[in-house]
């Protein structure tokens, strides 16, 4: 934990991601082993145990309720699991606080946007830039949060109030303040949700640029095409259980998982269809199930 | 550094737009906030004795409101026993004089136990938030008020009647301690707005959850700007027991202030530069005018306030003018910007109030 805490600040962090590549490819950059969260007698995360290497880009899908954002908290850290354990780069991370796990770099996004509205929106990403990375002074933190933006193509706002963007760039400014903190491990909860297709176009392309600089991400999302086309591997939560990781394209033609998503009445007619062979589209699956 | 922007072709531009500059908001509230400290500075000149005394008080309050602003204003945790630490300021100061020591020692010494003081006390009641943060911080405030007087802590119940009299300072000395007081919380104000420590403190109002998340070690940083409140109060306190050369614990200890604290620098507009100064001047001139025409409506002057600030204000008074001078949409005519600004502040009315 001490390494990624010294590590010196506002550098090209590329040469230090292959040094820990190097180091750690053996360990998984984030393990979770038989995690369980109850909620009185609900179990909204239930033994869940997966791993993810350094530099990969995991999707996870899963229906309303299956317990995806419980794990985003629980890794992120403002949860603790009921039983079970996470480890990061090998060490056990369950009893730290969001804050130190975000100084070792594992940061996350809300589902529900919380811009800090006093600020505006290159304050916001700065306040990702002193706290994530160590020793910057303003002027660096602002160098750093005019670099985001640009990545995040939001600086023509940089000057606006959290409360005055709409909801694309409210999930841009999640994703810069996110990015500003130079975090290892990025978790993104959704943030594609209630954008258009030419945005979830570009959120996609932007996933996919961070992950070029060695981020590695772990991305929930509940369109299914976009999510399909970021990552490498998907993981599929129903009921907080674990019922499919796998490649996208097997995930996806997956019989439980199709059940899961579109109901058990639509499975048996397409596989009755399709004569056991699945060979559903991406296009089938909803694109977007955000109204709640 | 965005100047070269401006040359590039149409096309480029529209691509590209120039980066916003950053906002200056801070240098004219800086500006403001000297200015209204200077046009005080000016009353022992101006004014005679009971005008000097009533600007002492309002300038105290002034200091109260900025202090109370680092906690309640930019952290957004309402604390509603900040009286406290005046009345700790005042007992530390006071005893200490009695005790033949320096008054500025007196001062140190009343800070230091405060500052230690909000230390001890935000550890556990920073845990809490909401509503039980602020019934919590009113029941020390109470507490402590029965504490001193049950336990005879100088002087007990009477409070410190008897002082040794001012020797050095005189009146108009207090009124300029008071003033440099209040100057140096606007200064501090100013430097929390573009720090990162004052980042935190907004962050942490905003959302505690995101701020977490981000690596803002929030409980450490509320705990920083409790003690930070605390201190400037103390000050106060302290000066305030030398200026009045005498106290009781009902005075110093007493809710009504820390809720005056609360309520000056929402009517100004909370967690703002100058917001705490023009609440506190506006509602303390008009409070001490109306106990000087004869009647002693300062309760109900209180009372009427926060119902209407709650009501039509909930941003202060500042954020109304912000919203009134805000740059119009572009097209809009020079003639309409006066109903422009009028029709803009009703529906913020409308938007936050009632």
Redesign the interface.
Same mark, same amino acid.
């Given at each position: 934990m001490s390494d990624a805490l010294s590590q010196p600040t506002g550098s090209n962090d590329s040469s230090h991601s292959d040094e820990r590549e190097a180091s750690c490819h053996d360990t998984p950059l984030l393990q979770l082993v038989g995690v369980t969260k109850r909620f009185g007698g609900l179990a909204a995360v239930n033994d869940l145990s997966f791993s993810l290497q350094k530099g990969e880009i995991l999707g996870v899908i899963g229906p309303n309720g299956a317990g995806k954002s419980t794990m985003v908290n629980l890794i992120?850290g403002?949860m603790a699991p009921t039983s079970g354990a996470i480890f990061y780069q090998g060490h056990d991370i369950n009893r730290l $606080? $969001?804050?130190r796990r975000?100084?070792l770099g594992i940061?996350?996004t809300?589902q529900i946007t919380? $811009?800090? =509205?006093?600020?505006?929106v290159?304050?916001n990403v =700065?306040?990702?830039a002193?706290?994530?990375q160590r020793g910057l002074d303003?002027a660096r933190?602002?160098h750093v949060a005019?670099e985001v933006l640009e990545r995040v193509n939001l600086?023509?706002?940089? *000057?606006f109030k959290?409360d005055q963007i709409t909801i694309a760039d409210r999930k841009r400014l999640e994703m810069a303040?996110?990015l500003a *903190?130079n975090p290892q491990l990025l978790l993104l909860d959704e943030v594609m949700a209630g954008l258009t297709a030419t945005e979830v176009a570009q959120a996609v392309e932007l996933i996919q640029q961070i992950n070029e600089t060695g981020v590695t991400v772990l991305v929930i999302e509940h369109i299914v095409r976009a999510i399909a086309t970021v990552s490498n591997r998907i993981l599929v939560l129903h009921h907080g259980r674990k019922i499919a990781e796998d490649k996208p394209s097997q995930v996806l033609s997956d019989p439980r998982v199709i059940e899961a998503y579109l109901g058990e009445r639509y499975a048996k007619r397409r596989i009755q269809e399709e004569n056991g062979v699945s060979s559903i589209t991406l296009e089938d699956l909803p694109q977007n199930e955000e109204d709640r | 550094m965005s100047s070269g922007t401006k040359t590039q072709t149409p096309s480029a531009i529209e691509s590209?737009?120039p &980066?916003?500059? &950053?906002?200056r908001e801070w240098l004219w509230s800086l500006i403001l906030g000297l200015v209204i400290l200077g046009l005080v500075a000016t009353v022992p000149v101006l004014g005679d004795a009971s005008a000097l005394h009533t600007w002492t008080l309002i300038i105290m309050f002034v200091v109260l409101a900025q202090s109370w602003n680092f906690i309640g204003g930019f952290t957004g945790y309402s604390a509603f026993g900040n009286v406290v630490f005046f009345g700790i300021g005042a007992y530390t100061t006071g005893l200490m004089l009695l005790g033949n020591q320096p008054f500025w020692l007196g001062l140190v010494a009343g800070a230091l136990v405060a500052a230690l003081f909000a230390f001890l006390l935000g550890l556990p009641v920073l845990r809490l938030r909401g509503h039980y943060f602020a019934i919590a911080t009113l029941g020390i405030a109470e507490a402590m008020r029965e504490f001193v007087t049950v336990r005879d802590v100088g002087g007990g119940g009477g409070g410190l009647m008897s002082l040794p009299l001012p020797s050095l300072a005189s009146y108009v000395g207090f009124f300029y301690a008071f003033l440099g007081l209040s100057l140096l919380c606007l200064l501090i104000t100013v430097f929390l707005t573009?720090?990162?420590f004052g980042?935190?403190l907004?962050?942490i109002? &905003?959302?505690e959850?995101?701020? &977490?998340?981000?690596?803002?070690?929030?409980y450490w940083y509320k705990v920083g700007a409790f003690v930070l409140s605390a201190v400037p109060t103390a000050l106060a306190g302290g000066l305030y027991a030398y200026w009045a050369t005498g106290f009781d614990p009902d005075t110093v200890f007493n809710v009504s202030v820390s809720v005056e604290m609360v309520l000056l620098t929402v009517l100004g507009g909370p967690?703002t530069i100058v917001g705490p100064i023009l609440g506190a001047i506006a509602f303390e001139y008009a409070s001490f005018q109306l106990q000087t025409s004869g009647f002693s409506l300062h309760n109900t002057l209180l009372g009427l306030s926060i119902v209407i600030v709650t009501i039509f204000l909930p941003q202060g008074i500042l954020r109304l003018i912000r919203e009134f001078v805000r740059k119009p949409a572009p097209g809009t005519p020079r003639a309409n910007r006066l109903v422009e600004g009028v029709r803009r502040v009703r529906r913020f009315i409308a938007a936050n109030g009632v």
């Open positions: 992120g403002s $606080p $969001p804050n975000a100084h940061v996350r809300f919380q $811009p800090f =509205m006093g600020l505006d290159r304050e =700065m306040v990702g002193f706290f994530g303003r933190a602002l005019d600086a023509h706002k940089a *000057t959290g303040r996110a *903190t | 590209h737009p &980066e916003p500059k &950053e906002s573009r720090s990162r980042y935190a907004i962050a109002r &905003e959302s959850q995101a701020a &977490e998340a981000l690596g803002v070690p929030t967690g």
